[in-house]
């Protein structure tokens, strides 16, 4: 199963490549069952809070009627963002899988992990690399053509 849930947070990621946003796709599930999707709408938006972290979070608060989201993990192409780590810390997202980690921005163990070392009123266990060549390369394909 956990496969199938990233493999739906990278469809999430091409539905941003799409929009010519940086392809980054969320899904929060409860069980076994999706909750809510979400992918990056920063451009489109014009909103800097637009990761597809937020926008799977709000759409999962607004879907079962409350923020608690403590019996629900997250799937996510890229290690979320400080902003998202502090989301996911907020919603009490049981766990989360990340597809691929981010050397440059990482807050869920590249740069620091916020959501284990500094002692919030949450934890959230982590996994990571489910997909990891997948959720990288589309990553690494939209950077490289955004160069040339």
Avoid at 37 to 56: C, F, M, Q, R, V
Avoid at 85 to 112: E, F, N, V
Wanted: with cysteine; aromatic share 6%; proline share 3%.
């Amino acid at each position: 199963m956990k496969e199938l849930f990233m493999k739906k947070a990278l469809e999430q990621a091409c539905n941003a490549l799409e929009l010519d946003e940086v392809p980054v796709g969320a899904v929060i599930v409860r069980g076994d069952q999706i909750i809510s999707t979400g992918h990056n709408l920063k451009e489109t938006s014009k909103d800097p809070t637009a990761h597809a972290e937020i926008l799977a979070l709000r759409r999962a608060s607004e879907a079962l009627g409350g923020w608690r989201l403590s019996d629900c993990d997250m799937y996510v192409t890229l290690e979320p963002c400080a902003m998202c780590c502090g989301a996911i810390i907020q919603a009490r997202i049981r766990k989360l899988y990340i597809g691929t980690m981010d050397p440059k921005g990482g807050a869920a163990g590249s740069k620091l992990n916020l959501l284990n070392d500094y002692g919030f009123n949450h934890k959230c266990e982590i996994e990571a690399g489910l997909l990891e060549e997948e959720c990288s390369q589309i990553l690494k394909d939209f950077f490289k053509s955004k160069r040339t």
